[in-house]
């Protein structure tokens, strides 16, 4: 199609992982969606949609939600804009920051999608190497100076934190925009959220898809300085947030001892998951969000084995990346889905 | 903000209408929202929500909502590519086909949204007047060549069709991609859909927010030939669509008979305020779409009316466009709004 601009040709998009259609008899541990419920509340306030909201258009900020975000994150709500998911601020975000051929750089692996966001735009990915033991590689990222740094912290898919003095470090000393993606956050004790009321470079990202079950919803959010938010939003779609999903998500996000709750289900579970994937031979590394990085005993390939799994009815994710290619991430199911990956796997 | 690219500091974004909060005791004209509900198999769908369906991702195409939407339109689901709204689809487009420095061409007045979104793609808009009584500027669109051309037909602030010859003649002759905007398809006879099998540079766009009262659900589509739509889902947000959008719009568009009624009570009301107003002594174009470009009475200048009316409790649209500003665009409300309206005016 010779209408299509030149450099889309050699893109290859994002590839999601397998969604199959609900109701599929299928334990589904590859994208990392959380294994408990939403929040009833959401349900409560789906209840009382009222036809208006639905024929009308949405408030264009989701005040609302925001100021409901505002009072459990204690910022003001100015300084907060809301997406259709992350996924959609991290691609506003380099919209808004990156020109054609200027830098895009991440460690990897990391999220993939930071890479095919830089593609679309044209720029330049430039994506710094974690080494074997998955040291943070602080001091390449920092040389590289890019218009626009991803730090994804929990790090998915090593399950890795990325420490405080790292991204202050970062913060205090990149002149481009440095975006820490805290879709995992809610899986740990720590969040990078001060050096938003420090730093006018830094945003932070969070999602309702993890922690709060609400991977269908389609809900994330950034925090930053008020004078980036406003750029931000000047160029955002108007209504990228729907009426249904501005309810749903303030029900959802103020419903802190629901989510805390399902996240201690998950912790415990991730930690009796380690530890019996351990005695089966694997080699598991420590996890600060709500999945596993694994590496199959030697015998046996990491891709032939999530080929096997899915036969057997059992989603997990390999990611064909340096360092990872070798091993599979497995989402934190409920108990019952991990007893029965451990019993396969034990065959 | 030193980060932020240079040439977005003179882009103003887009401003919405107004949207008040709802439960306001307002009369909203201004926003072409369609005055009555949605169909009531919409709410009958939300009342099957599965806490499942939010928890997990949603189908990244939204088949069920295709196949709906293609037997309706007798096109093939993958001819259909779905956004969250079709101004998502507007941007995913200028993304996909417009170089930086290239032209994205359209008639003005028209839809806003195609300069702002050209602005921010750092693209070069140009904009082809339509002259005093209207015409359809043809054959400067067709010399001015863009790299995308936008039509929307029928056209708001205007109301008017662009006839199916123009739009042949178009499609036949532009080497860039011709995007025909139908977000107001649905208020009148006449669609360009077959243009799109004949036309592989033709791309049609509608959206549930007005003939399907769901502007408050965030659901547009777009129909064109499968490599295209290809091309489109390669660089579109993977979960632009919440699941409960996709069920929600499933439901609404397979409810014809409840858009049709809705439809031809919208009609019958655009006949009678038109009637009304040319009465009251304003100057009344004849329209296509859910809404009147109406030119007050010599000694009242539009933005004074508009802002008497808003003290009086009712919003209706001002455009500072070549050609309308010393106009307003009032959507056709229920008869018992139109009769407000006018009893004010009489004032």
New interface residues.
């Given amino acids: 199609?010779?209408?299509?601009?030149?450099h889309?040709q050699s893109?290859?998009?994002?590839t999601?992982?397998e969604?199959p259609?609900?109701g599929s008899p299928v334990i589904?541990l590859n994208?990392n969606?959380?294994?408990?419920?939403?929040s009833p509340e959401?349900?409560r306030a789906?209840q009382t949609?009222?036809?208006?909201?639905?024929?009308?258009?949405?408030?264009?900020t989701a005040i609302a939600f925001r100021k409901t975000a505002s009072e459990v994150l204690n910022i003001p709500p100015d300084w907060i804009t809301v997406g259709?998911?992350s996924?959609?601020l991290i691609?506003l975000i380099v919209?808004?920051?990156?020109?054609?051929g200027a830098t895009v750089v991440y460690p990897m692996p990391s999220y993939v999608l930071y890479r095919t966001v830089a593609q679309?735009q044209d720029a330049q990915p430039i994506e710094v190497a974690y080494d074997e033991a998955f040291t943070f590689p602080l001091q390449e990222i920092l040389d590289a100076q890019g218009?626009?740094t991803f730090i994804a912290s929990p790090n998915s898919p090593i399950g890795n934190l990325v420490s405080e003095e790292a991204l202050e470090t970062l913060a205090a000393n990149l002149?481009?925009?440095l975006v820490i993606d805290e879709a995992y956050v809610d899986f740990t004790d720590t969040t990078a959220l001060h050096l938003v009321r420090q730093h006018?470079?830094v945003i932070i990202l969070r999602t309702l898809?993890k922690g709060y079950?609400?991977?269908?919803?389609?809900l994330g959010f950034a925090i930053a300085h008020p004078?980036?938010i406003q750029?931000l939003?000047?160029?955002k779609?108007?209504?990228?947030?729907?009426?249904?999903?501005a309810l749903?998500g303030a029900a959802a996000i103020r419903d802190q001892a629901h989510k805390n709750s399902n996240v201690q289900k998950v912790l415990r579970s991730r930690a009796t998951l380690h530890q019996n994937l351990v005695e089966l031979g694997f080699r598991v590394w420590p996890s600060e969000g709500n999945f596993l990085l694994v590496q199959p005993p030697q015998e046996i390939s990491a891709i032939a084995l999530q080929q096997h799994l899915k036969t057997q009815g059992i989603l997990v994710r390999h990611f064909n990346l340096p360092g990872v290619a070798d091993k599979l991430r497995i989402t934190i199911g409920t108990d019952v889905q991990n007893e029965q990956l451990c019993r396969i796997l034990k065959k």
Same sequence: chains 1, 2.
């Fill in positions: 199609m010779p209408f299509l601009r030149k889309l893109v290859a998009g994002y999601p992982g969604q259609p609900p589904k994208t969606e959380n294994p408990y419920p939403p959401v349900f789906l949609i009222d036809p208006e909201w639905l024929r009308r258009y949405p408030d264009p259709n998911g996924d959609e691609s919209r808004a920051v990156v020109e054609p679309i218009a626009v002149q481009g925009l006018a470079n898809s079950s609400l991977a269908g919803l389609r004078t980036l750029n939003n000047k160029i779609d108007s209504y990228a947030v729907d009426a249904i999903a749903a």
